[in-house]
């Protein structure tokens, strides 16, 4: 139910929020797939150039800079096109997030005089949560969920 709680973004959106360079994780964690020797038939389209934008800066222009990207990120982004969709990023992003409240209050509560029920602590932290940010970095394609844990 927790999880549930953090998808009501990428529900309401229709599917994962981008920015300028979320394309660029699938696209490394596909070459990194494929060098692995898997998912040879995970061919990503280029897009299209925009006229708004010089040709000199266009991806793969000659001033175009593919900076680092974070390899673990790209890789599970691969990945999860390999099961079928990259929507996956989402739940796993849902599934981080609350998987982190929960391992932080398993090592707090230990130390309580009192143990509060952790499912039910959880689940209010994470709805108070979802009132906030944490819905949109969960439905970001972007690594911004890690950033914390």
């Known amino acids: 139910m927790a999880i549930a709680t953090t998808l009501w973004v990428f529900v309401a959106n229709g599917g994962l929020l981008t920015y300028t360079d979320s394309a660029h994780y699938i696209k490394r964690g596909v070459a990194v797939v494929q060098t692995l020797g898997f998912g040879e038939d995970l061919a990503l389209p280029e897009p299209a150039p925009d006229p708004e934008v010089p040709a000199l800066v266009q ?3 000659e001033r175009s800079l ?10 599970l982004t691969a990945l ?8 996956t990023i989402a739940l796993m992003n849902a599934v981080v997030a609350v998987g982190t409240l929960i391992f932080a209050f398993s090592i707090v509560m230990r130390d309580l005089p009192v143990h509060p029920d952790a499912a039910r602590l959880t689940f209010w932290c ?24």
Request: a negative charge; charged letters at 10%.
């Open 66 to 75: 593919d900076g680092s990207r974070a390899m673990v990120y790209s890789l």
């Open 80 to 87: 999860s096109l390999l099961v079928g969709s990259v929507e």
């Open 59 to 61: 991806p793969g222009g």
């Open 126 to 149: 994470v709805l108070i949560a979802s009132l906030g940010s944490l819905p949109f970095y969960v439905a970001y394609l972007m690594p911004d969920i890690f950033a914390p844990v």
